[in-house]
């Protein structure tokens, strides 16, 4: 009874969602002269950065993402307090049964790589689909590979929480620097360079680096964190 | 030029996200499981970052990036605005997912289930 009540909630509420967007229609371009063709316009003769989702990201909307780094930083910080044991409860990590020596020597071969992998996207997140986010996730996802394959494997919280305490306070110093250079806050303030070069784009390939450092040793401690509770 | 495979791909699209929120919405609505209502509101997550996605898109359009040989290409990007909220808001979904995995765990340590109906202390 309680599941067909539901399902015809439910398909009421699609009707309406689907008829509203079919009717908004798909692969229209709605606006004359919107938001985005200030980005698209901007992004280069501005930034000299190629990816206009970046440019959003860390310089028009910068104040967001640190907004949105904060929220990350909360949810970690609030994971840990949930799952807080003391110190003499922490014991071995409950694992079903141990990983296999090809597991084992895999994820040894593997893991230099995914690191690499990581650190690339966050590098060339201004040039190419990428940044800060998706590369400190790539990082953290070798991380724990190796927290799978290896159960003596360790991170040590001290200096995970020494790379993102001074990521952010490099993210926010950067800002302030903006601050006094420029005008408003996070505004660029360094030569943007020539389009398409490693090195352009004024402060927005160093903040979204200061960015990937701190999601991936936000999500490595929270991995750790969650791996290591035991019932 | 819209022609007939477009047509299909404008239905599929909507509907496929508007699928993806039902099915999300009814896994949190019915189920018992606190680990299948997480995943329940996981599955919300991901139809809506597709339904916001889609909305940005233009027809016959490039993605926003001003890579070697698209420099000129402005004209024809999808909107990038879209694309970056969905980015934030795939990292905020991450937190909340998170967080709401560690009150699950919590609440499994004190309770030693995970069915809500065998919470008592939860009812009102």
Request: glycine share 10%; proline share 3%; no cysteine.
């Amino acid at each position: 009874m309680k599941k067909f009540i539901v399902i015809l909630m439910l398909a009421v509420l699609g009707y309406y969602l689907g008829t509203t967007f079919y009717s908004l229609g798909f692969g229209d371009a709605r606006f004359e002269h919107g938001v985005k063709d200030y980005y698209l316009e901007n992004t280069v003769s501005q930034l000299n950065v190629a990816n206009t989702i970046t440019s959003i990201i860390v310089s028009f909307r910068g104040f967001d993402t640190l907004g949105e780094v904060t929220v990350l930083f909360l949810a970690a910080t609030a994971l840990g307090g949930i799952l807080y044991k003391k110190r003499h409860h922490i014991g071995d990590r409950s694992v079903l049964f141990p990983a296999s020596s090809i597991v084992r020597s895999g994820s040894k071969l593997l893991f230099p790589a995914v690191i690499l992998l990581g650190v690339y996207v966050f590098i060339h997140g201004h040039l190419s689909p990428g940044g800060g986010f998706q590369g400190g996730t790539i990082v953290a996802t070798g991380f724990l590979l190796m927290l799978l394959a290896y159960q003596d494997f360790t991170v040590s919280h001290h200096i995970l929480s020494f790379v993102e305490s001074f990521a952010g306070i490099f993210f926010v110093a950067i800002g302030l620097l903006g601050f006094i250079n420029g005008g408003t806050f996070l505004q660029n303030f360094m030569p943007v360079g020539t389009l398409n070069d490693l090195f352009s784009g004024g402060v927005i390939p160093i903040i979204y680096i200061l960015v990937g450092f701190k999601v991936a040793a936000e999500l490595t401690g929270l991995i750790y964190t969650v791996l290591n509770e035991k019932d | 030029m819209k022609h007939e495979l477009f047509e299909i791909l404008q239905f599929g699209i909507y509907s496929a996200s508007i699928l993806l929120i039902l099915i999300g919405l009814y896994a949190a609505l019915t189920k018992r499981s606190l680990i299948k209502i997480v995943i329940g509101l996981s599955i919300i997550d991901a139809g809506i970052h597709l339904l916001l996605v889609a909305i940005g898109y233009i027809n016959m359009g490039t993605a926003p990036i001003f890579s070697p040989g698209y420099e000129d290409a402005a004209a024809t990007m999808v909107d990038p605005v879209p694309q970056a909220l969905v980015l934030t808001a795939i990292v905020i979904g991450f937190a909340v997912t998170a967080v709401a995995l560690s009150l699950v765990i919590r609440l499994y340590r004190h309770h030693h289930t995970l069915e809500i109906d065998e919470i008592k202390n939860l009812k009102w």
